[in-house]
């Protein structure tokens, strides 16, 4: 099963624990380039069992895609290896849908 989180859930993360959340972007780097999460980091989903040291596991751990598909898959990949993971409902497109402050371009 995994984890997911819808926008308003993400938002209040961002908001109260942003010090304690982790946002890994699956998407690949010209997706990332043109439109991104304020403070992600861009792992590819081709690139992430590859990258594990990257990320720092002791904070909560989000991952973002353009409508959650890939991010969704990811998730499902490192729950299976024992990752303490969120997926983000809706991915991008959700948050640019409601004028996030998060996004940067």
Do not use: H
């Not at 991008?92 to 940067?104: A, H």
Request: one cysteine or more; charged letters at 35%; proline letters at 1%.
């Amino acid at each position: 099963m995994i984890n997911s989180i819808n926008l308003e859930q993400f938002k209040n993360l961002i908001k109260q624990d942003k010090e304690n959340l982790e946002i890994i972007d699956v998407r690949e780097e010209d997706e990332f380039k043109n439109i991104r999460i304020k403070n992600s980091t861009l792992i590819p989903m081709g690139k992430i069992m590859d990258n594990l040291d990257k990320i720092n596991w002791d904070k909560k751990v989000v991952l973002v895609c353009r409508s959650g598909g890939r991010s969704g898959y990811v998730a499902k990949m490192l729950s299976g290896i024992g990752k303490k993971v969120s997926n983000l409902e809706g991915g991008i497109n959700s948050l640019e849908e409601d004028n996030c402050e998060c996004l940067e371009r």
